[in-house]
C-alpha cells in the first residue's frame, strides 16, 4: 500500500517518570530517582529497545512528517500508594521538580529528535493518586515551580501549523460514509483523468472492483455504486486511483 508516511504523521509514547516510592526518602533522593528513571527512558538496552532515541530512528527509518511525539507525560507520583506520601508532594512543589521536567523535555526529548510533547494535565489535586497537574489551584498556575519550567520551553512565536490534503482526498469524495450497499463517489477533476476503484476488505485484500481505467472528464462526475446483496456488513476499504496516484 506504500510507505508508513502515506498513512501515518508520528509515532509517540508516554515521557511519564517517577521516583521516591521507598519509605525514608528526603526530596533530593526523590528528585534524583525521577532523573534516573528519565535518564533510564533514552536508550533501552532490553529485549524490548523501546527507548526514546529508539523511537526517533524509527520515525525518521520511516520519514514521518511528525516524527516522534509524546502523547502525555510529566511526573507520575501516584498509584494510590500512601508510602512517603508527604515528601513525594514536596518534591512536586520544589525548584528541582522544574530542573527535573525541563530535562524530562529538553535534554531527554527535544534536543535527541523530539518534535511534539504534551503535559498530563494542567491542574490536578495533588495526593496519592497522583500530582499530575502543573499546579494544584487553578486560580494559581504558579504556586509552584512546574508551570513557568514548561512557560520556559516553549517558542518565543507561535508554531506555524499548515494544513496539508491530499491532492487525491480533495479530487474525490464518498456519499455517505457509512454506507449499506449503495453510496456516490463524487469526482472534482481539474482535468480528465484515467480513474479506477477498488473494494478491499479490512485486511487490505481485494473484494470487489467497482470500476477500471475509466477516463473521466474534467469537472464534476458523480457515479453511483450498489454492491451485490451477498456482501457481509462491515469495515471495508476504498482504494481510489485517479491518474498515476492511489490511495486508501
Known amino acids: 500500500f506504500g510507505p508508513p508516511s502515506d498513512y501515518l504523521y508520528a509515532i509517540g509514547c508516554q515521557t511519564y517518570f517517577s521516583g521516591g516510592a521507598d519509605t525514608g526518602e528526603g526530596v533530593a533522593e526523590i ?9 533510564g527512558q533514552i536508550t533501552d538496552l532490553g529485549v524490548n529497545e523501546a527507548g526514546r532515541t529508539q523511537w526517533i530512528a524509527k520515525a525518521d527509518a520511516w520519514n514521518l512528517p511528525g516524527g516522534f511525539v509524546s502523547y502525555e507525560g ?4 501516584g498509584g494510590g500508594s500512601t508510602t ?9 512543589r520544589s525548584p528541582g521538580m522544574c530542573e ?12 535527541l529528535g523530539g518534535t511534539l510533547a504534551m503535559q498530563f494535565t494542567l491542574t490536578s489535586s495533588y495526593n496519592r493518586y497522583g500530582c499530575w497537574g502543573l499546579t494544584d489551584d ?11 519550567c514548561l512557560q520556559e520551553l516553549l517558542p518565543d512565536e507561535p508554531t506555524a501549523v499548515q494544513e496539508v490534503e491530499s491532492s487525491i482526498e480533495s479530487l474525490v469524495r464518498v456519499f455517505p460514509n457509512p454506507a449499506s450497499r449503495k453510496f456516490d463517489m463524487i469526482f472534482d477533476l481539474p482535468e480528465a483523468a484515467v480513474c479506477s476503484a477498488e473494494l478491499l476488505s479490512a485486511q487490505g485484500i481485494g473484494v470487489d472492483r467497482l470500476f477500471a481505467a475509466r477516463l473521466l472528464p474534467a469537472g464534476h462526475t458523480q457515479i453511483e455504486v450498489e454492491l451485490d446483496g451477498h456482501r457481509a456488513a462491515g469495515l471495508y ?4 486511483k485517479v491518474g498515476a496516484e492511489s490511495r486508501l
Open 74 to 77: 510529566g511526573p507520575a507520583h
Open 31 to 39: 528528585l534524583a530517582d525521577c532523573h534516573q528513571s528519565i535518564t
Open 138 to 148: 487553578v486560580a494559581d498556575p504558579h504556586r509552584n515551580f512546574k508551570f513557568s
Open 84 to 92: 512517603n506520601i508527604a515528601n513525594r508532594i514536596l518534591a512536586e
Open 100 to 111: 527535573e521536567m525541563r530535562y524530562n523535555l529538553d535534554d531527554a526529548f527535544i534536543q
Open 237 to 240: 476499504l476504498l482504494k481510489v
